[in-house]
């Protein structure tokens, strides 16, 4: 991460006062150009005093609306405020040394709930046919759909609501509401006797994985340290995979013992409860308990998170981002308003993209794709699949907060679509027919890998980074109901499209949705890499 060329000491900051218009892809705004701005605490109220220079030495005094703050910490390097500013030009914030909080143990119970995401998307992949089997509806392929597709209806109401019951009851009670739902929805798959009881677990488990969807993001990236967001917030889609790894490797039994898919399904209650159990001792996301008015809880959950040394800090941005603003949580009609559309509606169309290329496809139907084209092991072969998708997602986790939100999704959707097109023309092309199954599973792991290095992580990782506060929560909702409603229909249809269009043209299609997601990305993305939630906020919405 590059360093600042400004330097800061404890509570006075130094910025840039004249500016230009620019645009930046989501409206006009003002681009900073030089010159220096000194700005101490009142700035909390709107006061601002200026300077033509830096003094050599600044005293650590923190001085401002939470009083005097008195700190050890070494001087800290300058994070260039980035008020009304062009995004992608405001320098990088600069990591403050070692800290005394702790955010990886709340990050790992977070990311339970992404496991169970995982988990109950690839549980289905092995288990279809012995339940199938096991419940009379072996050759009804329509019940056999919503049996896969029942989660997805489920994840979209769930979605939904999440992002209501995160402004409502905080996050870590939703989490801990959520795990209703997950818990009761995999018992009734374990012991369901009738498709209408194992439609309904799947239902069930459905919208809590969709509150999850929503939530564990949202709160990963609240908690998160600006310099290290980016790859805390991709731990998110790596334990995605590995909960849909999980669930692939759950299934290897089958072969032995048909009745194996109840105990894979009961397998995703521990988690859940686990999740419920952890969130009772995680903090609460500083952000919504400043938004709350809870000014004492929300140092304490800083002072957690980060450390006392950056409790002042921490709440000056908070502070800072909301100054001069009364209003309230958004409603969700707010989301369509001037204001907002243009950077919600980015968020919709990642997502959008990232189902329309096809990724849930290949996750519930690769055993059987694997199997007409001749691969013995199927269930093994999906498995292959999962470990590309862990591997791909972890190189990921590296890289971005050093390459960029923005470069990964790009490469991510060129490697889809070259995947793509190798996996159409594998059964097309009679010459290759000979080698048909080695392609269909290297053309599977190639997409798979490149789903997992930008596509997979980076829509819900820069979700709650752009959007406002006022908004975040249900800006994602509505972004992640996008992903489940396409979602839903791909996991419906998917296999009634194949036959009557044959495989080579569906993937093609697919093919062709990654290509214009490279266009749209480019032209509607920006990158957010370095800044923290309040810059980017400022940057992004100036009429806050």
Known sequence: MQASTFAVKGGIGFGVQKRTRISNGFGEFKKPSLGLRMTDRSAC???????????????????????IFRSSAKPRSVKAQATDGDLENVPFTVPQGKSSGTVLPYVGVACLGA????????????????????????????????????????????????????????????????????TIGAFLCVTAQSVQTMIIGRLLAGIGIGVTSAIVPLYISEISPTEIRGTLGSVNQLFICIGILAALVAGLPLAGNPLWWRTMFGIAILPSILLALGMAVSPESPRWLFQQGKIAEAEKSVRTLFGKERVAEVMHDLTTATQGSTEPEAGWFDLFSSRYWKVVSVGAALFLFQQLAGINAVVYYSTSVFRSAGIASDVAASALVGTANVFGTAVASSLM??????????????????????????????????????????????????????????????????????????????SLGMHWISNFVIGLYFLSVVTKFGISSVYLGFATVCLLAVLYIAANVVETKGRSLEEIERALNPAI
């Open 45 to 67: 109220c709107g006061l601002r005093t200026s300077s033509t220079a830096m003094e050599t030495e600044l005293t650590s005094a923190r001085v401002g609306a939470y009083g």
């Open 115 to 182: 496991i169970l995401f995982g988990y109950h998307l690839g549980v289905v992949n092995g288990a279809l046919e012995y339940l199938a089997k096991d419940l009379g509806i072996a050759e009804n392929t329509v019940l056999q759909g919503w049996v896969v597709s029942a989660l997805l209806a489920g994840a979209t109401v769930g979605s939904f609501t999440g992002g209501a019951l995160a402004d409502k009851f905080g996050r870590t009670r939703s989490f801990q509401l959520d795990a209703i739902p997950l």
């Open 401 to 478: 907060d050093r390459q960029g939100r923005k470069s990964l999704l790009i490469t991510s959707f060129c490697g889809m679509a070259a995947s793509m097109l190798l996996l159409s023309l594998s059964f097309t092309w009679k010459v290759l027919a000979p080698f048909s199954g080695t392609l269909a599973v290297l053309g599977t792991v190639l997409y798979v890998l490149s789903f997992s290095l930008g596509a997979g992580p980076v829509p819900a990782l820069l979700l709650p980074e752009i959007f406002a506060s006022r908004i975040r929560a249900k800006a994602v909702a509505l």
